[in-house]
Nanobody
């Protein structure tokens, strides 16, 4: 059983930055970790993923060049550095881990463990 606790969300103006963190505890064999977000009335979508064995990453087109995903192996914490934030980045951000894939994937069907999420609000 794996537990995920996200933190670091908040309210910022467009152009600002936030860093999200996700503490992962429990027993799992997952090597792919990812961030997703969900805006009101929209489906949850993948933002960024990292394959912890090697560090390869994958970003959604909307995040590429602005967001950076990283993983602290010692602290078992996943981070998402978000720069140049836009109002369309607003939503609840969730982290997840997968033990069924061997690549950095943002396909939601690869993930089944979720935390409570952290709210990000970007005002124009």
């Amino acid at each position: 059983q794996v537990q995920l606790v996200e933190s670091g969300g908040g309210s910022v103006q467009a152009g600002g930055s936030l860093t999200l963190s996700c503490l992962v505890t429990g027993t799992f064999n997952g090597v792919s970790m990812a961030w997703f977000r969900q805006a009101p009335g929209k489906e949850r979508e993948g933002v960024a993923a990292i394959f912890t064995r090697g560090g390869s990453t994958y970003y959604a087109a909307s995040a590429r060049g602005r967001f950076t995903i990283s993983h602290d192996n010692l602290k078992n914490t996943l981070h998402l550095q978000m720069n140049s934030l836009k109002p369309e980045d607003s939503g609840i951000y969730y982290c997840s881990v997968s033990d069924t894939i061997g690549i950095a994937s943002i396909n939601i069907r690869d993930y089944r463990n979720w935390g409570q999420g952290t709210q990000v609000t970007v005002s124009s």
